[in-house]
Structure formats: structure tokens, C-alpha cells
């Protein structure tokens, strides 16, 4: 019947790069050397290397096991009291009037985000700051939107390069996205202060730019409150913005894929029937199980009170091991001035690749780290081998 032989339908595919972190997770699982550090995995450890379930969790969740009256759909808007309370815990006050939906983690939330602004306007323009997290880029593209970019971080100063975000939101354009950080920005740590928030908030409302505030990391930092003020004070600037919210890091809910998107709108009821479609076509219905947990959490003072003890000795011990890396080392000074999990090291690849080499230290080919893969007794033999690789 056929003159020649039909090309099936993935022919045309090219094979794809393994994805560099997990790469290397496997060398560093194959590394036999006792005294190696991973500081490459973006999830939080203990002082012990573990990555705990929090003591609220486990109770919201034996509660879930015990009294979950069924598994039926919770529909495509998820937990509503989940949602409701996510919203407060975010922005306080300002979460008044915003509509919201649960998502599949922080990535589901930027992902319907992106959805949004396609339907709202198609190919419309994301403004992000580089470096940034490496999916960012290709979840806006993949939707069909223009992704523009700035400088967001100064290697020479370990800080914010708040000169360059100011003069990519006055290029920006009305009804443009602008994605910021809402703290413990990832990967640099480097985050505005409240100055510069202020300036932010005043020019994103000048210049009709759309926020969209990527909030992953909020009580990690310097607290839940302290955390948030930068993206509460920019979302009561203005008539219309966007927030996606991830709990993996400050629930510890990583596999649970726990997140939400917020919408400020004229438009609210709008704005609330369109993610309700949308999210519909990407996932249909969010998972429950983490979101449920969460919301127990929130909504049970002594739960609450637990978990926000137990956030507080996450946060202190981010923070203890930033300030000993700081007082160890001058090229590591910028470090104690940075916020939440993550920093980049003044490092080019090839000091990367010796530093794994010759001392077992593993990280991001950027010279990303998990500040949590450190712990005080094994930062002396970091610091050693960091000083060891900056003289060749």
C-alpha cells in the first residue's frame, strides 16, 4: 500500500541533556569518599543531613489518616480553606478581595500564571532577572510568552544590582510581567532591602507593569512577616498583580507538590472563572494531601504555634551557617548579607570541577550552593577547600 516506509511519530525528537543537578546527584551517590559535602540538592537539611518531616506535620497528618471522611475530587480550585489561609499567611491584609487556586506545587502556580497571561495577552512580555531559577525561562516560553531580561545580581559586590532593576522596569511597558523574587532569592540570596522595595513598588505602579512575585521561600529568610513586606507593600501598589506560592520549603512538603497562585484583579470574578478553566486543562484537580496537612496546620493554633517554632530553628540554623562562612573567609564576606537557602560562590566552572575533584565538595556548575548541605563542624573543611581551588 505504501511506497516507502511512513516516519513514525517521534522520529523528528532529538535526545535531550540530562538535567546537570541530578547528573549530579549521581556522582555525588557514586563518590566513595567519606568526608564529601552535597551542596547541590535545593531541599533543606539538619545539622544531621536529614530532611525531616516537621512534628505539626506528621500530627495534621495522622489527623488526615484518622479523620478524612473521603478520597472524591476536591475540584479544580482545590482546598478552599487551604487557599483562604495561604493567602493571609502571604500577604496579610493585602490578601483581601485577591482570588486564588490551589496548584501542584510553586511550579503548577507559575505554570497556570503563565496560562493567564497568555489567554489575557498572547505573547505578552516577562520581564525576568538572571541569574534565576532555571525553570523560570522556559515555563513562560513553553506558554507562548516573550521572555526579556535583566542583570539581577553583582558577582563583584555579592549584592542586588538594583541599578539594572530600575532601568529594566523603566523599559518595561504597560501591562508587562515583571517577576520578582519575593525573598531568599534563588540562586543568588540576594534580595532588596526596604528602600528598594519602596522603589520597586513605586515604579511597578508608575509604569503599569504587572508584578508577578514568585514567594518559595517565605520564613527562611528573616522571619514570616519580614519576609513577605517587600511583596505585600508592591501588591498594594497596584491594580493588578500575581503570586505563586510554594509550601515545599517552609512546610517541608516537597514530594507533596503544595502550592497556590493569587490573583489581584479588577476583573476578580473573571480572573477566578478563567484559572478555574485553565487549570482544569492542565491538570484538572490539584493533589489534596499536602494542602490538607497545611491547612490543618494553619487552621489549629497549637499546630501553628509548633510549626512556626520548628521554621524558626530552619531559619536559624540558614542563618547561623551563613555567618560562619562569612567570618571565615573575605571572598565569602557577601554571604552573611544574603537570605535563605541558596548563594553563589565567585567560582568559574573550572574551580566547580576541582573543587569536586580534589575535595569531594559537589555544586551547581554556577557555583550555586545549598547553604543547608553545610553544617558548623563540616564549614572549616569547605572553607579550606574553597581557599584550596581560588589559588589555582
Not at 539538619?46 to 495522622?62: F, S, W, Y
Not at 531580561?149 to 558577582?155: I, Q
Not at 499536602?290 to 530553628?313: K, Q, Y
Not at 551563613?322 to 565567585?346: C, E, N, T, V, Y
Amino acid at each position: 500500500m505504501f511506497d516507502r516506509p511512513v516516519e513514525g511519530l517521534f522520529a523528528s525528537l532529538t535526545a535531550q541533556a540530562p538535567d546537570p543537578l541530578l547528573s549530579l546527584i549521581a556522582l555525588y551517590r557514586e563518590d566513595p569518599r567519606p568526608q564529601k559535602i552535597d551542596l547541590g540538592v535545593g531541599v533543606y537539611r539538619d545539622e544531621d543531613g536529614h530532611t525531616p518531616i516537621m512534628r505539626a506535620m506528621k500530627v495534621a497528618e495522622q489527623k488526615l489518616v484518622d479523620e478524612q471522611p473521603t478520597k472524591s475530587y476536591l475540584g479544580p480550585e482545590g482546598d478552599a480553606g487551604f487557599v483562604d489561609l495561604t493567602a493571609r499567611l502571604a500577604l496579610g491584609s493585602e490578601a483581601e478581595g485577591l482570588v486564588g487556586v490551589q496548584t501542584p506545587g510553586g511550579t503548577g502556580a507559575l505554570r497556570l500564571a503563565a496560562a493567564l497571561i497568555q489567554t489575557a495577552r498572547p505573547g505578552g512580555t516577562v520581564w525576568l532577572g538572571t541569574p534565576s531559577w532555571p525553570i523560570h525561562a522556559p515555563i513562560f516560553e513553553s506558554a507562548g510568552l516573550t521572555v526579556r531580561t535583566y542583570r539581577h545580581y553583582d558577582p563583584a559586590t555579592g549584592g542586588l544590582a538594583f541599578d539594572d532593576l530600575k532601568q529594566a522596569l523603566q523599559q518595561a511597558r504597560r501591562g508587562d510581567v515583571f517577576l520578582i523574587h519575593g525573598c531568599c532569592h534563588n540562586p543568588s540570596g540576594a534580595d532588596p532591602d526596604a528602600d528598594q522595595w519602596a522603589e520597586i513598588a513605586r515604579l511597578v505602579a508608575e509604569r503599569g507593569v504587572v508584578p508577578l512575585i514568585d514567594l518559595a521561600y517565605q520564613g527562611l529568610g528573616d522571619g514570616l512577616d519580614e519576609d513577605a513586606a517587600g511583596a505585600r507593600r508592591v501588591v498594594a501598589a497596584v491594580d493588578e498583580a500575581l503570586i505563586a506560592y510554594s509550601c515545599d520549603k517552609n512546610f517541608g512538603l516537597y514530594r507533596e507538590r503544595t502550592g497556590a497562585l493569587f490573583v489581584k484583579a479588577a476583573v476578580a470574578e473573571t480572573a477566578r472563572s478563567n484559572l478555574h478553566v485553565l487549570a482544569r486543562y492542565i491538570w484538572s484537580m490539584p493533589p489534596d494531601h499536602g494542602a490538607a496537612a497545611a491547612r490543618i496546620i494553619l487552621e489549629t493554633p497549637a499546630l501553628n504555634a509548633d510549626w512556626r517554632v520548628e521554621l524558626a530553628a530552619v531559619r536559624e540554623r540558614l542563618n547561623g551557617v551563613r555567618q560562619a562562612l562569612a567570618a571565615a573567609h573575605p571572598r565569602l564576606a557577601p554571604l552573611g548579607g544574603q537570605k535563605g537557602m541558596f548563594s553563589l560562590l565567585p567560582l568559574t566552572p573550572d574551580q566547580v570541577s576541582a573543587i569536586r575533584r580534589d575535595h569531594a565538595v559537589y555544586m551547581a556548575g554556577s557555583g550555586r550552593i545549598n547553604i543547608a548541605g553545610l553544617t558548623l563542624s563540616s564549614v572549616p573543611r569547605f572553607v579550606q577547600a574553597f581557599d584550596a581551588v581560588l589559588s589555582h
